[in-house]
C-alpha cells in the first residue's frame, strides 16, 4: 500500500483559532498604532482582502474565465481494469494554459457493468489535496477520495451513470489494482478552486469523446466532496453541460467571519491551518506575498489582484448562475466549517430551479469517525440518489418520490 500524504488533523482547530483571535488582532508586526478599519493581522490587511467585493471585481473574474480555452489535446485511453462490477479506464490528455502548462492531466472514466448506451455522466470532484484512488487497497479509505468507497455508499447513482473523475494538478490518482500502474500523476503546478474547473471541463470533453456511445451529453451532474465541492459549484458556473450539483461541505464562500479566522492560521504558519485543503496554496500564492519586508504591513501591496483571487473562489458570487443545487452540511464539521455553507445560503442572488440546503445536527453513526464524511449523514445518501435522478435521469426515486414515503434507516 503507497504511503499517503499526512493530513493534518482539524478537530478543535477552529475553536482554538478564534479563540486566538483577540491576541491576533494586536500583532502587526512591529506596525505602530495601524488604522484600526484595516484589521492587520501579520503584516496583511484582512479588511481590505475580505471585504466585499464589487460588482467591477466579479465582473473582472468573469471576464478572465471567458478569455481562457480549457480544450484538451491527445485525449486516450492509457489503461483499463475491471473493477467492482465496472471497468475503470485511466484516461489522459494534454492541458495548455495555467500554471505549469503544458502537461499531461489525468483523470478515470467508469463504465459500470449493463450500463447499456446513452447513460447520464456524473461528474466527480474529489475532497482533498492529495489525489484519489480506484480501490481502498490502493489508498484512501473514506467517501471524500475513494471511488469505491463512494459506490458503496451511493450504490444506485454508480450503476446507473457513467462517472468522470477528474485528479486535480500536481496529484496522484492511486490505482492499486491489476491491469494500472501503481500511480498516474497528473503533471501542472496545484490551483485549488480555479484551474481545477479547467481541467475538469477539458477531461469531461475528453470523456464524452472518447465514450461518446456510453454517455448522453444532455444529461450530466456534478458531485463534489470538500474542496472538490466548491470545485463542482464553479465547474457548473463556468460549463452550462452540468444539469445539477450535490456538493458535501464545500467552502463556497470566502467571505465570512470563519474564513478571516482561518486566513490568520495559516499566516502564523499554524500547521494544521496549513494542512487543510488549499491551505498551502492560500498561504503561499494569495497571503505572503501581501506581506512586506520581515512581515510588516505593505500599503502597496497587490491587494486588487489578491482580492481577485478570493472572488473566483467563491462560487456563492456567482450564485445567480447555478442551477439545480443541493448542499449537505454537518453543524458540527472539523475540517470546513457550517460557516461556509451558511455564508453561501445566505448570499443574496437565487439558484434556479431546484434547491436545497440541508442541515445536520445527528450523533456520528457507529464506525464513523468524523462529521467530515457522508456517512456521517445517513439521510444525506438517499437524498443525493434523488436529487441526480430528478435532474439528470438516474434511474432512482426522484425527489418527490423520496419525500413521499418514509425513509429509513
Excluded at 453543524?331 to 440541508?358: K, M
Amino acid at each position: 500500500m503507497p504511503t499517503l500524504p499526512r493530513r493534518a488533523s482539524a478537530p478543535l482547530f477552529l475553536a482554538l483559532l478564534l479563540a486566538l483571535t483577540p491576541f491576533w488582532a494586536g500583532c502587526d508586526s512591529g506596525e505602530t498604532d495601524p488604522p484600526e478599519n484595516l484589521n492587520i493581522l501579520f503584516g496583511v490587511s484582512i479588511n481590505r482582502l475580505f471585504s466585499e467585493p464589487s460588482a467591477a471585481e466579479i465582473d473582472a473574474v468573469r471576464a478572465d474565465w471567458a478569455s481562457r480555452s480549457p480544450e484538451a489535446a491527445n485525449g486516450t485511453v492509457v489503461a483499463q481494469a475491471d473493477v467492482d462490477d465496472a471497468t475503470v479506464y485511466v484516461v489522459s490528455h494534454t492541458m495548455s494554459e495555467g500554471p505549469g502548462a503544458p502537461f499531461t492531466h489525468y483523470g478515470v472514466v467508469r463504465v459500470p457493468d449493463g450500463v447499456g448506451d446513452d447513460a447520464p455522466v456524473l461528474v466527480v470532484h474529489h475532497g482533498g489535496d492529495s489525489g484519489f484512488s480506484i480501490a481502498t487497497g490502493g489508498g484512501y479509505t473514506t467517501g471524500n477520495a475513494s471511488l469505491e468507497v463512494m459506490a458503496d455508499i451511493f450504490p444506485t447513482l454508480f450503476s446507473t451513470t457513467v462517472q468522470v473523475v477528474p485528479v486535480y494538478r500536481s496529484e496522484p490518482i492511486l490505482a492499486g489494482v491489476g491491469g494500472l500502474a501503481a500511480t498516474y500523476t497528473s503533471g501542472g503546478n496545484e490551483s485549488p478552486w480555479d484551474y481545477d474547473v479547467d481541467d475538469s471541463i477539458a477531461l469531461l470533453s475528453v470523456a464524452l469523446d472518447l465514450f461518446a456511445d456510453e454517455t448522453d451529453e444532455d444529461n450530466i451532474g456534478a458531485l463534489g466532496y470538500s474542496r472538490g465541492a466548491n470545485v463542482a459549484l464553479l465547474h457548473q458556473i463556468r460549463d452550462d453541460r452540468i444539469d445539477a450539483v450535490t456538493e458535501y461541505y464545500g467552502p463556497s464562500d470566502f467571505y465570512n467571519p470563519v474564513a478571516e479566522t482561518l486566513a490568520a492560521g495559516l499566516l502564523s504558519g499554524d500547521p494544521r491551518a496549513v494542512g487543510l485543503p488549499g491551505g498551502t496554496f492560500l498561504r503561499e500564492q494569495l497571503l505572503l506575498p501581501l506581506q512586506g519586508a520581515s512581515g510588516a504591513y505593505d500599503a502597496d501591496a497587490d491587494y486588487a489582484g489578491a482580492r481577485l483571487e478570493v472572488v473566483r473562489r467563491s462560487a456563492s458570487l456567482f450564485k445567480s448562475d447555478l442551477m439545480n443545487v443541493q448542499i449537505h452540511h454537518h453543524t458540527l464539521d472539523p475540517v470546513v466549517p457550517y460557516a461556509f455553507s451558511q455564508a453561501f445560503d445566505a448570499r443574496s442572488g437565487s439558484v434556479s430551479g431546484g434547491y436545497e440546503f440541508n442541515t445536520y445536527t445527528n450523533a456520528l453513526p457507529a464506525g464513523v469517525l468524523s462529521p467530515h464524511a457522508p456517512r456521517a449523514m445517513p439521510e444525506s445518501l438517499p437524498a443525493t440518489e434523488a436529487w441526480f435522478s430528478t435532474y439528470i435521469g438516474a434511474g432512482l426515486p426522484t425527489v418527490t418520490e423520496r419525500d413521499a414515503e418514509p425513509i429509513l434507516f
